[in-house]
């Protein structure tokens, strides 16, 4: 029925009327989703006689499925309560920090009662992880923010369905983007003296844009940058994703995907890009992939495979649940992220909070170290598109630079899942370490920049195509690579990475709890 809805948008001129009809269809479906669940329980409940019924296990299954197949998928939560620390059990508090109109910066603070475990936790770097808004929630990254929350402060970008934010708080644009990001990064630096800043995803390009603009102010960078599976450079190996972007005008997506949304929600006629639109092409580009996952859902319960069955739910409830998209956010970002290449051409001019316009020039970038990760098999940014930019930063020493390929790794693999925790994540964690207790000096000017780096070859940077160890030992190098990995420190200096700014307590919570000194 969405596709359907979706091919019929062109024949609506007005631009409320498709997301009018959906929303009046949702409104619809809901109450016999509602009663599919109910249908399904009654033939699967042992105390129900219908339970007895012959085929009662294959009736209540395909209610089940209709239920999950018609419900609205709502925000999740991230639901990190607690994580392993060396065997203890620390406890998690998630908090907003700031609140934006359009993004919340949240924390996930650490509690323990264990002193050695608490002295530990004080000491460890502090990142910034740049959630994508490109369609889902942030918390598509909680096994991303789970498994960095064992080693580090870890702050997330949780951004906000545009349909729920009311007109009066304005517009959103790209530009306000990378002023958020850069908003961010001082908050983190006001508390910690400095602080690591990772994205994955489409953010790449403007936290790139961020720390160029800082740099190029003479403000303090952060430590080091990890950049995952992102589109700086677009017009390498084109998936499927920017050849949309490329064979239609930008007067199409504006006349075809951008609606305003109804009065039903509290940002009604704000114009965005419809986050049902959004999962419509996300199903589109794997249909087969997602009916069989469907029909093996209704096999699993038909047979009782409770495990099965509850990790397709836990999918599916992060898949299914989309925001949508400030539609002069999406539209900026198709314009220069995909079509005019601004980034890597070097004409993205970006306007401040004062309403000044500023270049961004990521060679002026000299004291954040930069890693960058992609997937062998990503089908989203294609290979070569985030390891651009290497080609970029050229003011940062080779030294501090590092480029890493996740052997059978696709998209998502590089930031969830068992890849990301036992390959990718080993070589994030060391490369944050060996960073850790470089203190942040004034940015350099571009000329001595540039006087500094004139005899250096093109970055040039190793690129790991083995799994790594937890020990996070570097994996054999590719006869091809130049080696530039960062020189590692020795035992007794990696167990003390942190500078005194992160090795002090973390800041003082606007309600403090009981045990203050319990907190991390």
Not at 174 to 194: A, K, M, T
Not at 375 to 401: F, K, M, V, W, Y
């Amino acid at each position: 029925m969405v596709r359907l809805l979706y091919c019929t948008a062109t024949f609506f001129q007005d631009a409320l009327m498709l997301y009018q009809i959906y929303d009046t269809q949702r409104s619809l479906i809901e109450p016999f989703a509602d009663l599919a669940q109910t249908a399904s329980k009654i033939f699967s409940n042992p105390m129900m006689p219908f339970s007895h019924f012959p085929l009662a296990q294959r009736i209540s299954a395909a209610y089940d499925l209709i239920y999950r197949l018609g419900k609205d998928y709502e925000k999740p939560e991230f639901g990190i309560r607690s994580v392993n620390v060396d065997g203890i059990d620390v406890a998690i508090h998630e908090r907003i920090e700031i609140n934006k109109p359009f993004c919340e910066l949240r924390r996930f603070k650490r509690f323990s009662d264990d002193t050695g475990t608490l002295d530990k936790l004080k000491g460890q770097p502090a990142v910034l992880i740049v959630a994508p808004l490109s369609g889902h929630y942030a918390t598509l990254l909680r096994d991303t923010v789970n498994t960095m929350l064992k080693d580090h402060k870890v702050y997330i970008t949780d951004w906000k369905n545009a349909r729920l934010v009311p007109l009066e708080e304005g517009e959103f644009h790209l530009d306000d983007y990378v002023n958020y990001v850069q908003e961010f990064i001082r908050h983190l630096q006001s508390q910690y003296g400095n602080c690591h800043i990772m994205s994955v995803c489409q953010p790449t390009v403007p936290v790139l844009a961020a720390v160029s603009l800082m740099a190029s102010r003479g403000e303090t960078t952060p430590l080091s940058m990890t950049m995952m599976g992102g589109p700086i450079d677009a017009r390498k190996s084109p998936t499927a994703v920017n050849d949309l972007a490329t064979q239609r005008s930008i007067e199409w997506f504006e006349n075809n995907v951008i609606f305003r949304v109804p009065s039903t929600f509290p940002g009604a006629g704000r114009k965005v890009y419809p986050g049902f639109l959004q999962h419509t092409g996300f199903v589109a580009m794997n249909p087969d992939r997602h009916l069989n996952s469907h029909y093996d859902y209704f096999t699993d319960l038909i047979k009782g495979d409770k495990e099965s069955t509850e990790a397709h739910r836990k999918f599916y409830d992060e898949y299914n649940a989309v925001l949508d998209m400030d539609a002069d956010y999406y539209l900026e970002t198709i314009q220069t992220v995909f079509r005019e290449f601004k980034l890597v051409n070097g004409t993205w001019d970006v306007k401040n909070l004062q309403g000044k316009v500023e270049r961004v020039r990521p060679q002026d970038i000299t004291t954040t170290a930069l890693l960058t990760v992609e997937g062998e098999l990503d089908d989203i940014s294609g290979s070569g598109q985030t390891a651009s930019a290497h080609d970029l930063c050229t003011s940062i020493p080779q030294n501090q630079r590092t480029h890493y390929e996740a052997k059978g790794a696709g998209h998502y693999g590089i930031f969830s899942g068992r890849r990301w925790r036992e390959m990718v994540y080993p070589v994030v964690k060391q490369f944050i370490l060996d960073h850790a207790l470089k203190t942040a000096a004034p940015t350099q000017s571009a000329a001595s920049a540039a006087a500094q780096d004139a005899a250096a070859a093109p970055a040039v940077t190793e690129t790991v195509t083995e799994a790594v160890a937890e020990t996070a030992k570097p994996a054999p190098k590719k006869p091809a690579a130049t080696k530039a990995s960062a020189p590692k420190r020795g035992a007794d200096t990696a167990a003390a990475a942190s500078s005194p700014a992160e090795a002090a307590p973390e800041e003082t919570p606007p309600s403090k709890p009981s045990e203050p000194e319990q907190a991390a």
